[in-house]
């Protein structure tokens, strides 16, 4: 059997699933065969965008209907997740500015709205004693050495409590 006697259904694959993602509720089959619904498609997709829909997946086209197939996969895909980078034993004490910071004290505040017991504090950057005390507050909770300092271990347990407490954006439980 010979694999290279078959049709290479790729690129008709491609476009079919990306004018299925830039138009959501047209209900086009994928099944990598340029027949009319896939022309059709194309027109539909061509006039959306104000462009004359003549039904070939022209150049053009495919320049428009890949900003338009990114566009809309940005919206339904999971958000870009943020690595925060501590080196191995990176350590933030007290006084330390740091762009970090300011995560860790939104993260922090964010938790105190739930957690009543956590001290709120002012994002400002800046491991400040407001920062230090909330960070003891946690670094207590989680079993781990006060220190008021921002380590992985520390960071480790804010990320998890503030997904497990705030929840992670998915709808699922927590839900606040």
């Not at 694959?13 to 830039?22: D, E, F, I, P, S």
């Not at 501590?86 to 004490?93: K, N």
Request: proline share 5%; aromatic share 6%.
């Amino acid at each position: 059997m010979s694999l290279g006697n078959q049709p290479d259904f790729a690129p008709v694959h491609n476009l079919q699933r990306m004018l299925r993602t830039a138009l959501p509720d047209d209900g086009l089959v994928i099944d990598g065969i340029f027949g009319k619904e896939t022309e059709d498609a194309v027109r539909r997709f061509q006039k959306s965008q104000d462009m004359e829909p003549t039904g070939v997946a022209d150049e053009n086209t495919w320049v428009v209907l890949k900003r338009a197939y990114h566009h809309e996969r940005v919206l339904f895909d999971k958000a870009e997740p943020l690595q925060i980078v501590l080196q191995p034993h990176q350590v933030l004490t007290k006084g330390a500015n740091n762009c970090h910071m300011y995560l860790v004290q939104a993260l922090l505040l964010a938790l105190s709205l739930y957690l009543t017991q956590l001290p709120h504090l002012t994002v400002n950057g800046k491991l400040d004693a407001e920062t230090e005390k909330s960070i003891r507050f946690l670094q207590k909770a989680a079993d781990l050495p006060e220190t008021g300092e921002l380590d992985k271990h520390t960071w480790s347990h804010l990320v998890h409590l503030y997904r497990s407490v705030v929840g992670d954006g998915t709808g699922v439980f927590p839900v606040r």
